[in-house]
């Protein structure tokens, strides 16, 4: 993989996309191999928005690598508020770091930042932009549950704004994947972002549905996101319509028995907290998993840039 | 000690109580030959309500034994804002660490949250409910300055919503230890926690006063605690209730020579400076004494679950 | 060099100052051979006001000398706001590190603080008093840039508040440097430090100007600082001011070829882009500095109290 950055999933190609899920792999099988593997490295957290489990992640990921982060912090208590400029930011704290991982609101914040230092930078969502490491987890957790060859998935809930959707949708053209995508008409996804799946998707299928139940018994995965009630004019309209899309054990009657289910989290009804203790259930393992794919990226762009031993 | 998780010192038997207390005084002794038991071991932080010394001692107690923290941080900041419920943030970072530690305003989501998770997840306080570790590191400073057999024991002040005493005259009746309750009549201990003291006290003295002077003299400990102005409907009636039980050079003048004087901190007004000084305090040295005791309590959670080499 | 705590430059002999920047460059020139000196180390950062850079270098440096730290956080979610006085909270965090840094918003709270403490205080900012470590890593700078010996030097901007510019004139007059201070004139510097840079001098010229003009072709170093819009009655009058105090490449065009700009950032409009990637630029490398100085101060003072191991 030869990249200096991590910006969008578009930029990793199908094998790119297996190098770092067979790393992952790998750590996954034997983490305590890779324990020290990064001792002294340190990995800059640039948070301009909140975030919980992508920051833990991260941090956890380099520190299961053996190395240790230096934090931004809050926004608030950060220079930013004297009027420094994104680009002056990233120029300083480079040089605390030998890696630097960026959520940004501004769509395109990444790109930017990233031409103006000479460590990797790793994208971890810049607005409506793109968000990769969520990405690769999401394919990580699908490759371990049903295969991402031959996959029939179905995409449920705000498939409007959720960039979540828009990256995985993309990415998952590069493999042999049926991609369903369900959700009420108002929340469908962008007209641009279907046509840009058709011409990548050199012939995998993408239909959109108005209901789960139709496609139901043919998917191996149901990825479920969470519509936001401020979408909505009012409260009984955000009722009526989040309730079709919420599941429960008598929604999954009609699946498969290897439906796997995946929510990228924090969820609020979507899923009936009845799924939790089921087989169906990967949401949990999915956001675990953002720790070996995160150690993978790490290691395979401060290994590419010197910053970790050959093994 | 077997238990998967501390919840409340009420779980913790005198047995339970002297494991974790050697174990202290053990690695208080050579902190050094623990330096590095628990390398590699993740912590996970999850404080919901604001804490500077709980925190900051159980991550300097983690780090103590070799091992490294991944920190929630604040609430404004996390997925909580957006709906997520407890149980689904536990076990998502669960996903990250070897242990928890957990602070909630909420009296019971300790023993909740620990029902959803497989790592040992310690209470750092549960709104009115338990703090345990604050209880363990009270008996160790008792334990070290005066002796818990044979112990004559004052507490004073707000008696009413100190978790700290409720959870310290509990552990008490392990032990043969006389214990006065010094306060004023608007902040007594609540009538059901003296009915349990006698329940659980199998003779041990449990009594109440409204003024510290004549007890004074017989003490070996005085546990001083805040009493908060918001309690009082007006100022000049906090200043005339406050004001008596506060201590300095002068009241102690009647005390024995040996008298230990400890306070969970932060004061304000209730311990004058002077004292500070002298040998009665050991106020400083119990908030010091924090990380010794979380660091064998951590040991001895992670050795019990695997986390941690035999020596 | 026998120093129990850092809490002023004014503190630092010529000799000191020489000590902290050659260990710093030996540091810079061999990083590696220090990854591990100060391995089980924790430094408490009790920062009561925001700041980035500061924090950050220090957590770096103590981070690269294979230490840890242990953060007191925001001052919102601590004890603090309970009413625990700075003399309390240092005495507790003492208990949890082997040095404490300290910001404070209060001139003469590091003095006051260091009082209370038996372990290193080292000084990172007291309201308009002193920034010890902010000077150290500016001498470092000019060292490496122009030499600290036969130096002209011109500092512009805001010489009024900024205590950075103050204590970076007194640390210049242990040097045989001519300092020229450029501003408009009410922003000039105080009477008392124009009257003490006198004194202290022993002849080392120093002289104001309204304009760079006149004295830009003799400087070897250019030190920008930011020129604050609160500081003017209106937005026209700032406009007009800072507007004379900002460089770009047309006004570089009378100045040496080896001029060196510094900036103690975050900048905003003084310092034009278009320098940044000239030879004149060293701001970033400036900031960069913060870390092997930290580390030299904080090696100097944890070995002199037997925090590190010989070499």
């Given at each position: 993989m030869r990249h200096d950055h991590l910006i969008t999933s578009k930029q990793l190609s199908?094998?790119?996309?297996?190098?770092?899920?067979?790393?992952?792999?790998?750590?996954?099988?034997?983490?305590?191999?890779?324990?020290?593997?990064?001792?002294?490295t340190l990995l800059g957290l640039l948070f301009f928005e909140p975030s919980t489990r992508t920051k833990m992640s991260f941090e956890t990921a380099m520190k299961r690598l053996g190395g240790d982060v230096v934090d931004m912090g809050a926004v608030e208590s950060s220079s930013?508020?004297?009027?420094?400029t994104l680009a002056d930011t990233v120029r300083v704290i480079e040089g605390?770091?030998?890696?630097?991982?960026?959520?940004?609101?501004?769509?395109?914040?990444?790109?930017?930042?990233?031409?103006?230092?000479?460590?990797?930078?790793?994208n971890a969502g810049d607005g409506a932009g793109h968000?990769?490491?969520?990405?690769?987890?999401?394919?990580?957790?699908?490759?371990?549950?049903a295969g991402l060859d031959d996959l029939t998935i179905?995409?449920?809930?705000?498939?409007?704004?959720?960039?979540?959707?828009h990256s995985l949708a993309y990415a998952l053209t590069n493999f042999d994947a049926r991609q369903h995508f369900i959700s009420p008409?108002?929340?469908?996804?962008?007209?641009?972002?279907?046509?840009?799946?058709?011409?990548?998707?050199?012939?995998s299928g993408v239909r959109e549905h108005e209901s789960l139940e139709d496609v139901l018994p043919s998917l191996d995965v149901l990825y479920v996101t969470r519509i936001q009630r401020e979408r909505f004019p009012d409260e009984s309209e955000y009722q009526k319509v989040a309730g079709e899309y919420q599941i429960?054990?008598?929604?999954?009657?009609?699946?498969?028995?290897?439906?796997?289910?995946?929510?990228?989290?924090?969820?609020?009804?979507?899923?009936?907290p009845e799924i939790d203790?089921?087989?169906?259930?990967?949401?949990?393992?999915?956001?675990?998993?953002?720790?070996?794919?995160?150690?993978?990226?790490?290691?395979?762009?401060?290994?590419?840039?010197?910053?970790?031993?050959?093994?």
């Open positions: 199908r094998s790119d996309v297996e190098t770092v899920l067979d790393r992952a792999a790998e750590i996954d099988a034997d983490p305590v191999a890779v324990a020290d593997r990064h001792a002294g930013v508020t004297k009027g420094e605390y770091a030998d890696a630097l991982v960026l959520r940004h609101p501004k769509q395109g914040s990444a790109t930017m930042a990233s031409e103006f230092v000479d460590v990797p930078l790793l968000h990769p490491t969520q990405t690769l987890l999401d394919l990580y957790t699908i490759r371990k549950n179905g995409i449920m809930g705000d498939l409007k704004y959720g960039r979540t959707v008409e108002s929340l469908q996804l962008p007209r641009e972002v279907v046509y840009d799946l058709h011409q990548a998707g050199n012939g429960d054990l008598e929604t999954l009657e009609r699946a498969s028995d290897d439906l796997t289910v995946m929510h990228p989290l924090p969820r609020v009804d979507e899923i009936a203790d089921t087989e169906y259930a990967a949401y949990f393992e999915q956001a675990h998993n953002g720790v070996p794919v995160r150690m993978a990226l790490l290691d395979l762009f401060l290994s590419a840039n010197g910053g970790g031993a050959d093994e």
